[in-house]
């Protein structure tokens, strides 16, 4: 599948900028409280966010967003205004 498709069937353009923070961590396979932890929110936050990304991403589990997130960790980040979301590190 090349990015274009991936980016078709997933458009990471309707992920707010938190969610896509949350997205690129997912696929360093933290838990959700260290996720929790190094974005400075609840971990409840952090599981509110995920379901949002499976929710809007149409996908099944937050095991599957975690490998779109290492697949297209690229184009996730191009859908961010700026390019990169705020306070996001390398994956």
Request: charged share 30%.
């Given at each position: 599948?090349?990015?274009?498709?991936?980016?078709?069937?997933?458009?990471?353009?309707?992920?707010?900028?938190?969610?896509?923070?949350?997205?690129?961590?997912?696929?360093?396979?933290?838990?959700?409280?260290?996720?929790?932890?190094?974005?400075?929110?609840?971990?409840?936050?952090?599981?509110?966010?995920?379901?949002?990304?499976?929710?809007k991403?149409?996908?099944?589990?937050?095991?599957?967003?975690?490998?779109?997130?290492?697949?297209?960790a690229?184009?996730?980040?191009?859908?961010?205004?700026?390019?990169?979301?705020?306070?996001?590190?390398?994956?």
């Open positions: 599948m090349s990015t274009t498709t991936a980016e078709a069937r997933h458009d990471f353009t309707t992920l707010t900028e938190r969610e896509v923070e949350v997205l690129l961590l997912l696929a360093s396979g933290e838990q959700n409280r260290r996720l929790a932890r190094r974005l400075g929110i609840a971990e409840r936050t952090v599981r509110a966010h995920t379901a949002n990304i499976v929710r991403l149409d996908l099944r589990s937050r095991f599957e967003a975690a490998i779109v997130s290492h697949v297209y690229d184009a996730i980040r191009a859908s961010a205004p700026d390019g990169r979301p705020r306070g996001c590190v390398a994956v």
